[in-house]
């Protein structure tokens, strides 16, 4: 199982359908030179535990399904389908703590490598930032688009999902500023007015 991460949009689309399924109100994405720089990705949502951490990094993918249920299917995805390709192919540092916990766990990989794992005082949710996206792979660096391309594929990724999820509140911003704010609407309508 894993997901092939093409562009900066693909890493931001896998990594808000995890906040997305992990039960998240709040998806905040910041973004630097439109994801090759930087892409983080915070949620308020239900976090990791320790060992469910290791197991979402390796090449394998857990089901979310509830009892294996192929009829009521309300995920996603698959949880660890897209964060070994992601951390394949860039620097990850991914913090997460499970509102069972007393602390979190913080990992670090570069390149698919394991740098790091270790305890962590955090706030229930997870937080992933990846960075220097392509930075082992040359060959696939040079092929992204401008970075106002990139930044455009993104913005239009997370507005789809702030219009399938009104519920949840988005926050999208580079470093030149907010690009996108909506709050939780109480309906689609107002949603649509947010964006």
């Known amino acids: 199982a894993g997901e092939v991460i093409e562009r900066p949009a693909s ?29 983080a990705v915070s949620d308020d949502g239900a976090g990791m535990s320790p060992d469910e951490l290791t197991l979402a990094v390796e090449r394998h993918a857990t089901s979310k ?10 995920t996603l995805g698959f949880r660890g389908e897209a964060l070994p390709s992601i951390a394949a192919v860039s620097r990850l540092v991914l913090e997460t703590r499970s509102p069972e916990e007393r602390s979190g766990t913080r990992i670090e990989i570069a390149g698919g490598k394991l740098l790091r794992i270790e305890e962590a005082g955090l706030p229930s949710g997870t937080s992933i930032a990846v960075s220097d996206l ?26 789809h999902y702030a219009l399938a999820y009104p519920e949840k509140s988005f926050e999208l911003r580079n470093q030149m500023g907010e690009l996108i704010q909506a709050p939780a609407a109480a309906t689609l309508r107002d949603r649509v007015f947010q964006l």
């Open 134 to 159: 392509f930075y082992n792979t040359p060959a696939r660096r040079k092929f992204l688009r401008a970075e106002a391309t990139e930044l455009s594929d993104i913005t239009s990724l997370v507005t």
């Open 65 to 74: 399904l509830p009892d294996d249920d192929l009829v009521n299917i309300a």
């Open 11 to 39: 890493a931001v689309k896998e990594l808000v359908e995890n906040a997305i399924d992990a039960g998240a109100r709040q998806v905040d994405i910041t973004l630097h030179d439109g994801g090759r720089a930087l892409i």
